[in-house]
DNA sequence: GCTTGACTTAGAGCACACTCTAAGATGTAA
DNA sequence: TTACATCTTAGAGTGTGCTCTAAGTCAAGC
């Protein structure tokens, strides 16, 4: 079989993605991803373009966006490419988040190693008093 | 009187720092903020080190950093310089989990800009067929 | 003096994103 | 065939971090 057709279990995908089989229903209950085939039994049969879809869905998670935006881009994608430019404009806000984002980290990380450095030396100097 | 001892309500520390009183009580109850000096009646009396305390627990918020986990350092700064070596521990903890946190985002960035920039070009093409 | 508004507390409620349970159907191995 | 694992659904429960409510106290302005 075409390893681009092979169909996949709930197990198998949960395996592939990091996510419970839990999860994977829940998402598609929410419409984060399509209703998925049933062969021959009432069981999901997910393929690898599912996978793919879910591993990117990953992504958008992992950048901060909310179920809500999922959802919506989520649906943009079913209907087509008609909503491309609406898929662009949600991808150009995430970009500006996730840019100001990792700027406010970097931020962040300038004070926590100040703070580092500076009660490592107060250590040092605790240190040497005691000795 | 000296700025520095300016005593302050909790609706200054409020709008200084961004919270709501609530969240501020809260804040108070939890143990992230210590026990708030009252003043003349049973209002609390903020002083600037406060804010500032605050001001450093929203940084340690923003990088991710669960409220158990500020509830330990906070702990910490209580007991004195002793714990001086275990909180640095955790903000060299907290300093990795922020680097490899922008690095991921970072990649994912890379993708969104991908996905972008294909996209646009689908929806310019697309334009021109129109026309 | 009275109203208005801000303060106090303990505790209930909420939004988000899962995570699990219960009860039943079905496939697989011995 | 029997046992057991895995699947299905609807819906309940959980953890995190707030956010708000209720009921009461207090202080300042009209």
């Given at each position: 079989m075409d390893i681009q057709n092979k169909?996949?279990?709930?197990?198998?995908?949960a395996k592939a993605t990091g996510l419970t089989p839990h999860t994977?229903?829940?998402y598609e209950r929410i419409g984060l991803?399509?209703?998925?085939?049933?062969?021959?039994?009432t069981r999901r049969c997910y393929t690898m373009d599912?996978?793919?879809?879910?591993e990117f869905l990953l992504k958008l998670r992992a950048t901060g966006m909310s179920i809500k935006d999922m959802q919506r881009y989520a649906e943009l994608q079913r209907q087509g490419d008609e909503t491309l430019p609406e898929r662009v404009e949600?991808?150009?806000s995430l970009r500006d988040k996730v840019e100001s984002h990792i700027e406010e980290m970097n931020e962040h990380l300038k004070l926590i190693h100040y703070?580092?450095?500076?009660?490592s030396k107060v250590v040092e100097e605790r240190e040497l008093v005691k000795v």
């Open positions: 169909k996949l279990t709930i197990q198998e995908v994977l229903r829940y991803i399509h209703p998925i085939n049933r062969e021959e039994n599912d996978v793919g879809w879910i949600m991808l150009k703070k580092i450095d500076y009660y």
